[in-house]
C-alpha cells in the first residue's frame, strides 16, 4: 500500500490552492469592434489575436492574463453603436479598440462618451468623427490620420518626389470619388488644400495649379461603371488621377480606365483596404496607392519583419493591409504604456498613453500629441506607394523607400 507523506499532502494543497489563485485572476480585456466581412477588419483582428498571444506568451500584463473580445460591427452604424454597449455592461471590458469605417464611427461615440473608458481607435478618418469626439475626451486616442492629415502628407510627398523627380510634373489632379461620405470627404478635402494653393499656402502651394473631381457609384454600393467619371477626367488631362472608393472598385476602375484609353501619368487608388491578390493582376503594375505600410517594409523595418514573420506563423497567411500591422500597434501600443504605468488606474495610464514611443510595424514611431480638435492623435501622415512586379513598395517616405517610383503609368 501507497503511502503519502504529510509533507506531500501539503505540496498538493499548495499546489491546488495556486492553482485556483491563478484560475481566479481576472483578466485585462480588450474590447474590439471590427468588420469582420471586410479584409480591413479580419486582418486587423488577426493581428490584434497575434499581439495578446505574444503578451500572454511573455506572461501577460501587472502578472495579469489579456483577453481580446471581438464583436463584428458588420459595416452598419447600429451595430457597431450597440457593440460598444455590450462590451462595456455584458463584458466589462477595460479598454475599447478597433474599428474601421467613419460612418460606424460616428454612431459610436455618443457610447463611447457615456462609458469613457480608454480608447485607442485605428480606424475612422473623417474630421467629422474627430469634431463628434470633441476637445475634451482625455480618455479618446485616435490611431488614424485624420482626412485633413492624409491630405496635407500627400501634398509633402507630391512635392518631394517632383523635387527629386524633375521629369514629374503635378500641376493639374483630378479626382474620381464613390459618393457617399468617404469620398464626399476626401473631396471636400482636396478642394480645400486647392483654395489654399491658389493662395500660394498649404502642402500643394509649389505645384497644384489646376484641380477638378466627380463622384460615382462604389461597387460595394451596387455600382461598378465608371466610364463616365474616368471619360471626364480624361478630358481634363490630369498629371495626377486619383480615385477614392472601396476595395471592390480596385479592378474594374483600372480595366475601364484602359479600355477607354485613359492612361494618366500618375495613377492612384485610395481604398481603405486593396483586395488581397491585386498585386497578381498584371493590371496593377504602375498603379500607386495611399496608405500606411506595405509588405516590402519587412525588408527595412526589423519590427516590420517580426510582425510579418509572426503573422504568416499564427495565422497562415500574408496580412495584405496595414490595418494588420495598425491592429497588432492597437493592443501594443496600450501594453507598452500598461508596463509604463504600472497600473490600469485612468489618469495614470491616460499620461503614460501620451508620453511613451512605440516603434510600430507600420514603419514609424508612434507618439501622441494633439490634432485639431482631440489632445491625443498618434499618426499623422501616409505613405505612397506603388505596386511595381506584382510587390507593392514605399516611394515616399525616402527614408522607407523600397523601391523608385516608376513612372509614367501604363507607358
Known amino acids: 500500500m501507497m503511502r503519502i507523506s504529510m509533507l506531500t499532502v501539503l505540496a498538493l494543497v499548495l499546489t491546488l490552492a495556486l492553482s485556483s489563485a491563478a484560475l481566479a485572476i481576472e483578466p485585462i480585456r480588450f474590447g ?43 459595416m452598419r452604424p447600429e451595430v457597431g453603436a450597440a457593440a460598444i454597449d ?28 457615456k462609458y469613457e473608458k480608454i480608447t485607442v481607435w485605428i480606424g475612422a478618418a473623417s474630421h467629422q468623427v474627430e469634431l463628434a469626439v470633441g476637445p475634451d475626451a482625455d480618455w479618446y486616442f485616435h490611431l488614424h490620420p485624420w482626412d485633413y492629415q492624409q491630405g496635407a502628407s500627400y501634398g509633402q510627398g507630391w512635392t518631394e518626389i517632383a523635387q527629386a523627380h524633375p521629369e514629374i510634373e503635378i500641376k493639374r489632379i483630378f479626382l474620381a470619388y464613390e459618393e457617399g461620405a468617404f469620398g464626399t470627404d476626401s473631396y471636400l478635402a482636396y478642394q ?23 463622384s460615382f457609384t462604389s461597387a460595394l454600393l451596387g455600382g461598378g461603371d465608371y466610364r463616365a467619371v474616368l471619360r471626364q477626367a480624361m478630358a481634363f488631362n490630369p498629371d495626377l488621377f486619383i480615385w477614392a472608393g472601396y476595395d471592390a472598385d480596385a479592378v474594374p476602375i483600372v480595366a475601364q480606365a484602359m479600355e477607354i484609353g485613359f492612361e494618366p501619368p500618375l495613377f492612384v487608388g485610395a481604398p481603405p483596404g486593396w483586395p488581397a491578390d491585386f498585386g497578381k493582376n498584371p493590371l496593377s503594375d504602375g498603379v500607386i496607392l495611399y496608405g500606411m505600410w506595405a509588405p516590402a517594409l519587412k525588408e527595412v523595418s526589423p519590427v516590420a519583419k517580426h510582425f510579418w514573420d509572426a503573422y504568416i506563423e ?11 500591422p495598425l491592429g497588432y500597434t492597437n493592443i501594443m501600443f496600450i501594453a507598452e504604456a500598461i508596463k509604463a504605468a504600472g497600473t490600469l488606474e485612468k489618469e495614470a495610464l491616460i499620461e503614460a498613453l501620451r508620453t511613451i514611443e512605440y516603434e510600430s510595424p507600420i514603419g514609424a514611431v508612434l507618439k501622441i500629441s494633439p490634432s485639431n480638435v482631440i489632445s491625443n492623435q498618434g499618426f499623422t501622415s501616409q505613405k505612397i506607394l506603388q505596386y511595381i512586379d506584382g510587390e507593392q513598395h514605399v516611394i515616399w517616405p525616402f527614408e522607407y523607400a523600397t523601391a523608385q517610383i516608376k513612372y509614367p503609368f501604363g507607358r
Open 32 to 74: 474590439a469592434v471590427n468588420p469582420l466581412g471586410d479584409i480591413t477588419g479580419e486582418q486587423a483582428t488577426r493581428a490584434m489575436e497575434l499581439a495578446v498571444k505574444e503578451i500572454n506568451e511573455a506572461g501577460g500584463l501587472l502578472g495579469r492574463p489579456v483577453e481580446l473580445i471581438v464583436i463584428d460591427d458588420e
Open 192 to 214: 480645400a488644400l486647392h483654395e489654399q494653393a491658389k493662395q500660394g499656402e498649404g502642402p500643394y502651394a509649389q505645384i497644384l495649379t489646376d484641380f477638378a473631381g466627380a
Open 314 to 324: 499564427m495565422h497562415g497567411h500574408e496580412p495584405a493591409t496595414y490595418f494588420a
Open 86 to 113: 455590450l462590451l462595456a455592461t455584458v463584458h466589462n471590458v477595460d479598454f475599447f479598440v478597433g474599428g474601421m469605417a467613419s460612418g460606424v464611427h460616428l454612431a459610436q461615440v455618443p457610447a463611447l462618451k
